[in-house]
Nanobody, 118 residues
Framework: QVQLVESGGGLVQPGGSLKLSCAASGIMFGLYTVGWYRQAPGKQREVVATLTTVGIERYADFVKGRFTISRDNVQKMAYLRMNSLEAGDTAIYFC????????????WGQGTQVTVSS
């Protein structure tokens, strides 16, 4: 059974930092691109950052160098370090893992709430 479990969300003041974690189980983690998406109330889910098996990182323009995605293939973990948080970063953050080779397999976590407010 595949599971992606996020943690690390919470309430933070503007300018603060959070580190989200995603624990994967039930998949050969090293074969998967991992990523973080977010969904704010009334908006569509959007990509935040992705990281391939060979270490290629991609970020949404709104990240502006504030966030860093990383992974630990031995521990089957993905992380998103978020600095200089803004009110506009308030959203539910979802972990994502997609197998890069056949057969394609896409998995999502249940999400973790991040609220940026003073």
């Amino acid at each position: 059974q595949v599971q992606l479990v996020e943690s690390g969300g919470g309430l933070v003041q503007p300018g603060g930092s959070l580190k989200l974690s995603c624990a994967a189980s039930g998949i050969m983690f090293g074969l998967y691109t991992v990523g973080w998406y977010r969904q704010a109330p009334g908006k569509q889910r959007e990509v935040v950052a992705t990281l391939t098996t060979v270490g290629i990182e991609r970020y949404a323009d709104f990240v502006k160098g504030r966030f860093t995605i990383s992974r630990d293939n031995v521990q089957k973990m993905a992380y998103l370090r978020m600095n200089s948080l803004e009110a506009g970063d308030t959203a539910i953050y979802f972990c994502y893992a997609e197998r890069e080779t056949f057969p394609r397999d896409t998995n999502w976590g249940q999400g973790t709430q991040v609220t940026v407010s003073s």
